[in-house]
């Protein structure tokens, strides 16, 4: 028969078991972003131009290829980084040159970084350079924007639909 | 010294819980069993959800929060339960991880357990955070946002991840599919994990006693009603998440992803994650040599492989053209030299005498034979009529400090690796009047079972059986623990006032009831 201070000593290490894992599976709360600021979203996934253009092999070149592999062209697969900046209120906010994805630097360079800014009416530009140049943009976008406390402004680019998208 | 520390707390904080729910109860000697136990509940409860839980971006909230809500006495029950007992298994495991560390049962032979043990650790984790998307809420939101931004920064994936919430329109309900999936499928992985984490122990122990089981599950069922988990709003990729109650078993990373780069806390994960699968190794334990089988002295009557506790030792057909059937053959990369086969082997009497006294199976450094010579050693000068030879195993409370006039002390490596003929031999054979037999406290063996078997042999329930004839009021057994030196200077005090009246073994003396104290 157990005495009935090892029951209670059961029931006060139950009822802290209780209370640990009550307490911490949903506090204390946590605050991941200021109440009062909005935030700016960059995100893109387009390519630069190739590094260097294609080049038209000599006949003395193509003869030394293996005849399955000739070809006419000699295309290195390597990009360029894309260009890209943001504007906001005549000040930059974010400038970066986004090198491509893939071992061999050959894939499209992808861009996603957030900002937490003052909510209200703000000048935004945005621009983009995804051309051989080597400075100034090829595409860019200004828009005059409120922004609300919590709101969440996406910045995208998408060639297919005329260029930078403002969401 | 961090160790001995921390091995003291948990000695003296197990010594409590001992008191208050008896050793057989007691959650720190159950700690495994209860992250099986929470498992299961929490397998069952999810597969109850699973029912009328909806995938898709708006379904997937709608359909929990009528679970939660709609049936408050069964759905909400069980998703309250689904989430507690996910968290106490956080809590058990990382208990059970420390207290392996805190006690060195994680090097040599046991490097096996610790080592598949580490991954799942990863396992729970994915589990807990994929289950925590599915419910689509502000806090779902805020961990699948955090969660791809922080995969994203890994460089694999040719698109970032994250992009799949820039806003309402770019979520897709595929996405919910998948994460389901993962909820599923990563359980079912972790099960094999689990499974062969407790591959090399023998008797594993997956299910806790039934008082414990009900006691826990009564305390999450509370808990549930008392506090049932319940959504935040419903997710809005519109609106950026400003405040979440977290759930800081399974989340607590999230909040450093806002103060270190993602990369950092990859690379500190991947690299605690590395480390902590090398603990055994850092550094490695010196390991005496393990067992041999004395092929001219084992019949294959099996006894120690049924009492070896890591699965070390195992049976196969004969080799050197005895009449028996098997041998013992020991695996040496499981075996951990504890001497339990030695203590459970029918050839291991003290009172043999033809050719020697060589057991079947045996420690080579630390024989049955020496363990006869110590125990002859320990006895030969005592003196007085209430002279008493204490047997302590290596784990249990220590005994050299006892050695005086009238007390002869002798080391085991375990208290299974003592024969209990040896009681039998130096007692009746008037070695000592008395013997004191110390070792870890019940459930608490150093290695696994061998105190287990020990209190089994000496009551007669178990190979090799301690005699009838020996007197048990001569004989005490004190389960106190390292931290028991009380209980055992106690017990020598009792019974070397009993002994006074009673002197050296007479062969008359008939075998009242064994005396047993232990720190119950």
């Known amino acids: 028969m157990r005495k009935p201070l090892a029951w209670l000593g059961q029931l006060l290490a139950y009822a802290a078991l209780m209370a640990f894992i009550g307490y911490l599976s949903a506090a204390p709360a946590y605050t991941p972003f200021d109440a009062n600021k909005a935030q700016l979203k960059l995100s893109f996934r387009h390519s630069g131009p190739p590094k260097v253009e294609c080049r038209r092999l000599s006949p003395e070149e193509i003869a030394k290829l293996a005849p399955n592999m000739r070809r006419s062209l000699d295309c290195p697969r390597e990009r360029l980084p894309v260009a890209v900046q943001l504007e906001l209120d005549g000040k930059v906010l974010y400038s970066a040159a986004i090198v491509p994805t893939g071992v061999w630097r050959d894939g499209p360079s992808n861009s996603y970084v957030t900002f937490a800014v003052a909510p209200g009416r703000h000048r935004l530009t945005a621009r983009l350079r995804d051309s051989r140049r080597a400075d100034g943009f090829d595409h860019e976008r200004s828009a005059d924007i409120v922004l609300a406390p919590e709101q969440v402004f996406v910045i995208d680019y998408r060639a297919d639909k005329g260029g930078f998208l403002f969401n | ?520």
């Open chain 2, 1 to 520: 010294m961090v160790r001995r520390f921390a091995k003291q707390l948990f000695e003296r904080t197990e010594r409590v819980f001992d008191a208050a729910f008896s050793p057989a109860w007691n959650p720190f000697h159950h700690l495994g069993a209860l992250g099986w136990y929470f498992f299961w509940i929490v397998l069952a409860t999810g597969i109850y959800l699973y029912i009328f839980f909806d995938t898709g971006i708006i379904n997937a909230y709608q359909s929990v929060d009528s679970i939660t809500h709609g049936q408050w006495y069964a759905g909400g029950v069980m998703r309250s339960l689904h989430r507690y007992a996910s968290d106490a298994l956080v809590v058990v495991v990382f208990v059970h991880i420390a207290r392996e560390w805190a006690k060195d049962r994680y090097r040599g032979a046991r490097w096996f357990a610790w080592f598949t043990g580490v991954p799942v650790l990863w396992f729970i984790y994915i589990c807990g955070i994929s289950g925590y998307w599915l419910v689509w809420d502000r806090l779902a939101q805020y961990v699948a946002i955090e969660t791809t931004e922080w995969l994203d920064t890994l460089g694999i994936f040719g698109e970032p991840v994250a992009r799949n919430f820039l806003n309402g329109e770019a979520l897709s309900d595929r996405f919910f599919t998948l994460m389901v999936f993962v909820h599923i499928l990563v359980p079912l992985f972790m099960l094999i994990l689990m499974w062969i984490h407790i591959q090399r122990n023998s008797h594993a122990d997956m299910n806790p006693p039934t008082g414990l089981a009900v006691g826990t599950l009564a305390t999450m069922t509370v808990l549930s009603l008392l506090f049932p988990a319940l959504s935040h709003a419903p997710a809005n990729l519109d609106t950026v998440v400003t405040s979440v109650n977290l759930d800081w078993f399974y989340l607590s990373a999230y909040p450093m992803l806002n103060v270190l780069p993602g990369r950092w806390l990859w690379a500190a994960f991947g690299g605690g994650t590395v480390v902590l699968a090398l603990f055994p190794w850092l550094p490695r334990l010196r390991r005496p040599p393990v067992a041999e089988v004395s092929l001219p002295n084992c019949n294959g009557c099996a006894r120690c492989v049924a009492d070896c506790p890591f699965e070390a030792i195992e049976m196969r057909a004969r080799t050197d053209g005895l009449v028996f059937e098997q041998e013992a053959v020991v695996d040496a990369g499981n075996c951990v030299s504890c001497g339990i086969c030695a203590g459970a082997c029918p050839t291991a009497t003290p009172f043999r005498r033809a050719g020697g006294l060589v057991a079947g199976i045996d420690l080579p450094d630390f024989t049955v034979a020496t363990l006869r010579e110590q125990t002859l050693a320990a006895t030969a000068n005592l003196k007085g009529e209430a002279r008493v030879l204490i047997y302590g195993c290596l784990q249990g409370p220590p005994i050299e400090r006892l050695a005086g006039d009238s007390v002869g002390t002798v080391r085991l490596r375990c208290s299974g690796h003592l024969p209990p003929s040896f009681i039998d031999f130096v007692i009746t054979r008037g070695h000592a009047s008395g013997v004191i037999i110390a070792g870890c406290r019940p459930g608490d063996c150093h290695y696994r079972l061998g105190g287990q078997w020990a209190r089994e042999r000496f009551a007669a329930t178990r190979d090799p059986r301690l005699r009838a004839r020996v007197p048990h009021e001569r004989f005490v057994q004190v389960w106190s623990g390292i931290a028991g030196k009380r209980e055992l200077e106690r017990a020598l005090k009792q019974l070397q006032a009993r002994l006074a009246g009673l002197g050296l073994y007479r062969r008359a003396e008939a075998a009242p009831a064994q005396t047993a104290v232990d720190n119950a």
